[in-house]
Each structure stands twice: as C-alpha cells, then as structure tokens.
C-alpha cells in the first residue's frame, strides 16, 4: 500500500513545485534517474506506465526508493482504467496520473485515499473532477492551453489547483510564466531528464538540472 496520504502527496507537490517524469524498462538506470532526482532535490517522481511489464519495473523501484532514499514519493502516470490504477496500488503507489478523467479510476483511487490527479481541458472537466474528490487537476497537454488557460480558470475558480505537463521546460521564462498564473506545481519529462543524459548516463548533470530548475520555482514563489 502507499506510504504517504493524499494530503502528504499534495503538500509535497505544493512544496516543491516540481514532479519529474520518467519511464525505462532497465530498473538499475531508472534508479540512477531517481536517484539523481532525489538528489537533486525532487521528492516525487511520476514513473509513466509506458512499457511492456512496466508494472514489474515500477515495484522494484518503489522498494528501492522505500528502502534508500527517505521521503521519496514514487507515482504513476498515463494510467488508463481502474484496473491498472488498482495494480500500481497494490505495488504501493503514492499517486496515479491519468491522461483523462475517469470516474472509475476516482472511485478507487478514493476508496484507498490516494491522490489521483485527471488530465483535464476545460473547466467542466476540472469542475467534474474536483466534485469527485481531485485535488490536484492535471492540464494535458500544458503546450496547447498555455498559462493564460491557468489565469483564466482560477479566475471564477481560485480554489482550482492545477498541474500542467507537456510544454513545461526548466527555464526561468517558462516556468514564471506557469507560476505566475497560478499553478501549484509543474510535471517535466523529456526537457528535464533529456534523451541525452540517458544515453551518456550522465546522472550528475540530471541532478544539476533537478536542483536549478527546483531553485528557479523557489525564487519565483517567493517573490
């Protein structure tokens, strides 16, 4: 079962602004990568459910980050139906991201009190979502929507709390633009643990990226 409650997942979600993105079948890199990540500053990651038997590359991860890296919080993303969602709990995830709004997904998310964070497009789906218990909506794809999307929702609706993903890089433009609109926290994949750094395994140069991108939210919610 998860280790940490839905309002520990929010906190630290508000806390750090910053949810890393991340699938690979070979468990030992996708360590690396999480650890880098932890490293760096992060304290959850969203392992996206991507690959074949990446259920069996999800558990060994978890009780990896259960048993080394403290206050890790390991998620799953692109979750389809309520039965994948039910799998990834039993092996212990502290959250589960769908690329869509699911009723079924909600309900037993719910019934173990996990937070469950909907891809949602408009305000019907977010209000929807909210009405089934979400704390925090997902925005996918954040490219197409943009920041003014965000002030425009939190105007009729300054409760909403929302994670974009998908257009989201570690610059200090982007990412003022997203926070200054409102967002909580910030989903980053491929701009954040690039396709190069896999290849050259340069975990160094990840936990660098972690940690800048990690300072430029802080100075941004502080100001």
Not at 83 to 107: C, K, W
Not at 155 to 173: H, L, N, R, Y
Not at 199 to 212: G, H, R, S
């Amino acid at each position: 079962m998860s280790q940490f409650t839905r309002i520990e997942v929010a906190s630290v979600m508000k806390e750090t602004g910053l949810v890393p993105l991340f699938y690979h079948a070979d468990i030992e890199l996708s360590k690396s990568v999480l650890k880098a990540c932890y490293d760096g500053g992060a304290r959850l990651m969203e392992f996206t459910s991507r690959g074949d038997f990446a259920f069996e590359i999800f558990g060994k991860l978890n009780k990896y980050a259960i048993a080394e890296l403290p206050g890790m919080i390991l998620g799953v993303g692109s979750v389809t139906d309520a039965a994948a969602a039910s799998l990834y709990m039993q092996l212990g995830a502290n959250f589960i991201v769908t690329p869509v709004l699911r009723e079924d997904i909600a309900i037993v998310c719910n019934r173990r009190k996990v937070l469950w964070s909907p891809g949602c497009g408009t305000l019907t789906e977010i209000a929807k979502a909210e009405e089934l218990g979400c704390e925090i909506v997902k925005l996918f794809p954040g490219d197409i929507y943009g920041p003014n999307f965000v002030k425009a929702i939190k105007g009729p609706q300054p409760w909403t709390s929302i994670m974009p993903t998908g257009g989201v890089s570690p610059t200090v433009e982007n990412l003022k633009g997203w926070f200054d609109a409102g967002v909580t926290c910030v989903g980053m994949g491929s701009q954040l643990i690039s396709k190069k750094i896999i290849a050259d395994k340069d975990f160094d140069a990840l936990k660098i990226n972690v940690q800048k991108a990690i300072k430029i939210i802080q100075n941004i919610q502080n100001k």
